[in-house]
């Protein structure tokens, strides 16, 4: 089985920063992909930010030079640095990773259950 646990999230005031991160654990040979979604009431889960094996990056529009992904393959973690917070960053935070669980076995995509931040002006 694998687990994806999210932590770091929590209340923040505008311009604050908060640091998320991410541990996959489980039956794992391989992680390729992984991303931050975030979601709202209401609305569709949104793409904040995606990293590949090799540390290729992509940021939404709304966050580029104020949001930061990485990852640490030796310990299947990924991070999420989040500079000067606004209002509108206020959601849940979802983990998301794209894992081999054996040699030459498929990739499926796992997610997180969560962490709310929530940002107040």
């Known amino acids: 089985q694998v687990q994806l646990v999210e932590s770091g999230g929590g209340l923040v005031q505008a311009g604050g920063s908060l640091r998320l991160s991410c541990v996959a654990s489980g039956s794992i040979f391989r992680i390729a992909d992984m991303a931050w979604y975030r979601q709202t009431p209401g609305k569709q889960r949104e793409l904040v930010s995606f990293?590949?094996?090799?540390?290729?990056?992509n940021y939404a529009d709304s966050v580029k030079g104020r949001f930061a992904v990485s990852r640490d393959n030796a310990k299947n973690t990924l991070y999420l640095q989040m500079n000067s917070l606004r209002a509108e960053d206020t959601a849940v935070y979802y983990c998301?990773?794209?894992?081999?669980?054996?040699?030459?076995?498929?990739?499926?995509?796992?997610w997180g259950q969560g962490t709310q931040v929530t940002v107040s002006s």
């Open positions: 998301n990773a794209n894992i081999q669980k054996y040699y030459k076995g498929d990739y499926l995509a796992y």
């Open positions: 990293i590949s094996s090799t540390g290729s990056t």
